[in-house]
Structure formats: structure tokens, C-alpha cells
């Protein structure tokens, strides 16, 4: 089945550690997402990627670094910068250059600082 | 820029009762619009979405209809159950905002609760 899997589930970083979290998909989409989730804050997107070896910047990217060196990987790494880490982390996929795409979304990694 | 503004939660509702969730939304263009599900400690899911104006997306008994005069697209079902419980996120997609054509802006989310 054609899908995004989202690890690990949970994640527990100590302070000044920086931790990765994986995402990949089957789905053969160009284009891939990282937002965060923070109670009554919805989501609000990290970084983006249309194509491998390209990402963008979205709305809250300090503390945060990406890489896109594979289709199917879109592997995001909180560092010790992030001051406030502790969230839910959804990764999505879209087809590109499809303008009334469907995202479709991983089970999600809860980052815990502790 | 682009936005979407939704009804603030939570909703506590009795089974079979009606829903109604409302969204606004601010964008550029013509965007295409969305509802998707949240259930506990999951990802989203599309619920349903409509793509221009005077458009009804529906699913699973919930209904939405893009009203550009209102710059609306309110989510209803006639009879909720207890596995609606969950997030709703309202969300637009603009297909005027250059490379991120995929990219979604989303409401804060409404947690509903329907108790049997």
C-alpha cells in the first residue's frame, strides 16, 4: 500500500542534543512537507520540498534543517537552536505542479524535551 | 497573505445532534479549499474539498460548499455520531502563490466531542 511513514512515534531529546526524524514515501511524489502541531495552533509548515536536492524555507524554520537527497526521503533534524521543541511533527506529500492536490500525511512524531 | 479562520472549540455535541463548524478564509486568488480529520495521536486525513466557487464536497455524511461571496466553506452533518469525535482543520490551497503550489495554509482546528 502507497503511503508515508512517519519515525519513530516518539521521541524524547535531551537539551542540546539535535534529533532526526524520518519520513518516507512510496506514493512517487515530487513534492514533501514538514509541519508542526502545537495545541490550538494548527499546523504551520516547517520546510518544503518540490524536487530532490531543493527545499524551501516555510513559515518557521530557525532551529530546524532538512535534506532531500532521495524522492522518497525527507528526513528532518531539530537542533540544540530550537528553543522550543517539545510538538507533534506531521510530514506530507503532494503531487507537484497539481494545484488541487491532496496532502497526504504521516502518523506523526511527538518530540518530547526532557 | 493567505489564511483561514475557523470556529473556535471545542463542541461538545449528543449523538444524532447537528453540526456545524464554521471557516472563513482570506486568499489572493482562487484557491482550492479543504476539510481534513484529525483522529487521536494520528495524522490527517482528507474529509472532503471543493475546487471553485458554488462547489459541494461531501463524504461520509458531511457536506461543505466554497461561497465566494462569503469567502465561507462550512462543514455540516446532519446527525454526528461518537466516531466523529476528532480535529477538524479547515484548510485552502492557493494556486496563485507561485512555487508552493501544494503548499496548505490551515485554521487552528476544532475539536469536536460527541457523547452518546
Known amino acids: 500500500d502507497g503511503g508515508i511513514t512517519q519515525s519513530p512515534k516518539y521521541l524524547f531529546r535531551k537539551e542540546g542534543q539535535n534529533v532526526t526524524l524520518s519520513c518516507e514515501q512510496n506514493l512517487n511524489h515530487d513534492a514533501m512537507y514538514w509541519y508542526r502541531q502545537d495545541p490550538g495552533q494548527g499546523l504551520r509548515l516547517i520546510y518544503y520540498?518540490?524536487?530532490?536536492?531543493?527545499?524551501q524555507k516555510g513559515d518557521i524554520a530557525e532551529g530546524y534543517s532538512v535534506s532531500r537527497e532521495k524522492k522518497e526521503s525527507f528526513p528532518l533534524t531539530v537542533t540544540s537552536a530550537q528553543k522550543n521543541p517539545t510538538a507533534f511533527y506531521l510530514c506530507a506529500s503532494t503531487p507537484t505542479g497539481h494545484m488541487n492536490t491532496e496532502a497526504f500525511f504521516g502518523q506523526g512524531t511527538r518530540l518530547t524535551v526532557v | 497573505g493567505d489564511s483561514v479562520t475557523q470556529m473556535e472549540g471545542p463542541v461538545t455535541l449528543s449523538e444524532e445532534a447537528f453540526l456545524t463548524i464554521n471557516c472563513t478564509y482570506t486568499?489572493?486568488?482562487?484557491?482550492?479549499l479543504f476539510w481534513y480529520v484529525q483522529y487521536p495521536g494520528e495524522g490527517l486525513q482528507l474529509l472532503l474539498k471543493a475546487t471553485k466557487a458554488d462547489d459541494k464536497g461531501s463524504n461520509k455524511g458531511f457536506e461543505a460548499t466554497y461561497r465566494k461571496e462569503t469567502t465561507s466553506f462550512h462543514l455540516e452533518k446532519g446527525s454526528v455520531q461518537v466516531s466523529d469525535s476528532a480535529v477538524y482543520f479547515c484548510a485552502l490551497s492557493d494556486p496563485n502563490r507561485g512555487s508552493t503550489l501544494g503548499r496548505l495554509y490551515f485554521g487552528r482546528g476544532t475539536q469536536l466531542t460527541v457523547w452518546p
Open positions: 520540498s518540490q524536487i530532490v536536492n531543493d527545499f
Open positions: 486568499a489572493t486568488g482562487y484557491p482550492s
